[in-house]
């Protein structure tokens, strides 16, 4: 089974500062899709990047970006310009691309300081 | 366009009771997946249904179960309750299988008491 791993359970950064937030994953599947998802306290989960592992070229959005390295297993996120709203619970997932089903980590608390 | 409906938003039962839940996912898709996420044991799938057939199961007990309808929407009931059933229950919706969108509601808190 895959099995994801956030190895931080809190980080905290400094407003307009930029952090970067862990993941490894295990698979021996060769193609899948990997994302980040932000839960703030209100619990919806938003989709925040997705990477599709065939693809070499790192996923950006706006101040989110990834460092994917796909023989590592390793998927990092990296906020630049922290903002506020930027603190939540991050979770790194998992799914392959023949099914539905997520393997999520056990997420990563950030606090952003203002 | 809509996004993942999910209700009631908040849900307070006693043990031994059953319960329903509801989801609608967004117009068009025809894939449902339910979680459940405790401070414990964090997000768990519960089970999957495309075109009105569970595709995929995780490990929880018989007492979970779900259906679709016709219309894509999705129902989980859980029976007998227990304590540690309190949870969040998420939803999320995606157009088919594998596919590379999939969006989340804002979940059930459910409490059981």
């Not at chain 1, 603190?87 to 790194?92: D, E, N, R, T, V």
Request: hydrophobic residues 30%; contains cysteine.
């Amino acid at each position: 089974a895959q099995t994801v791993t956030q190895s931080q359970p809190e980080m905290s950064v400094q407003e307009a500062e930029t952090v970067t937030l862990s993941c490894t994953y295990d698979t021996s599947e060769s193609d899948y899709y990997l994302f980040w998802y932000k839960q703030p306290p209100s619990r919806q989960m938003i989709l925040v990047i997705r990477q599709e592992a065939y693809k070499q070229q790192n996923a950006t959005e706006n101040r989110f970006s990834v460092n994917f390295q796909k023989a590592a297993k390793s998927f990092s996120l990296k906020i630049s310009d922290s903002q506020l709203g930027d603190a939540a619970m991050y979770f790194c997932a998992y799914r392959s691309v023949t099914g539905n089903q997520f393997y999520f980590g056990t997420g990563t608390s950030l606090t952003v300081i203002p | 366009k809509a996004g993942v409906t999910q209700t009631p938003r908040y849900l307070i039962k006693t043990r031994g009771q059953q319960v329903t839940l509801s989801c609608s996912p967004i117009s068009g898709h025809r894939s449902v997946s339910w979680y459940q996420q405790t401070p414990g044991q964090g997000l768990q799938f519960l089970f999957e249904y495309f075109s009105e057939t569970q595709r995929n199961k995780g490990n929880f007990p018989g007492r979970f179960s779900g259906r679709q309808f016709s219309n894509s929407r999705s129902e989980m009931n859980v029976s007998t309750l227990e304590l540690g059933d309190s949870a969040l229950y998420l939803c999320a919706s995606s157009l088919a299988r594998g596919s590379y969108e999939q969006y989340f509601g804002p979940g059930t808190r459910l409490t059981v008491t």
